[in-house]
């Protein structure tokens, strides 16, 4: 049970990682790089973005993880499952690398400031 607990996190994490890559290259391409005063959330603009379908393949993949996180929970302890959804961070700049074709800028890489 700990074993497929185990895998499932795993699983969850990579579905999270790809989550983030996919709703941050939407919000990305629609509005570049924020200026100080376009950091304003609005209805309008999360509309827009809500309605791009590779937010909404994120939002699923979201939803994906979340679903498989908790049968993992369901299957082992709190301890063992939970540290192994931190591998959602490297795997989300590995992915973002590739997507860019460039290495990860090398402090993503470490926990050292």
């Known amino acids: 049970m ?10 969850g994490a990579a579905l999270f990682a790809g989550a983030a890559v996919l709703q941050h290259r939407e919000v990305a391409d629609l509005y570049g790089e924020p200026h100080s005063r376009e950091r304003v959330v609005s209805l309008r603009r999360l509309g827009r973005i809500a309605r791009r379908p590779g937010w909404l393949t994120g939002f699923g993949l979201a939803a994906g993880g979340t679903t498989v996180h908790a049968v993992a929970l369901a299957l082992a302890p709190l301890r063992l499952v939970q540290p192994i959804g931190v591998l959602a961070v490297p795997v989300a700049v590995l992915l973002s690398a590739l997507r860019l074709r460039r290495a990860p800028v090398p402090a993503s890489c470490s926990a050292s400031p």
């Open 2 to 11: 700990q074993a497929t607990a185990v895998a499932l996190a795993v699983l």
